[in-house]
């Protein structure tokens, strides 16, 4: 399972929008969308909030 894959699959799990998680993380929506597909991930300082 790559990351992409587990993050969309935990975040479903818990029942949460992109708009959710952003929020939580304070990032974009448009940011957790990349993460989802697989864009945007390397050297991301944020994924360190996840």
Known sequence: MTFAE?????????NMTQSDLAKQIDV??????YYEIGKGVSGDPNILNL
């Open 6 to 14: 587990a993050l969309k699959s935990l975040r479903e799990q818990h």
């Open 28 to 33: 974009t929506q448009r940011t957790i969308s």
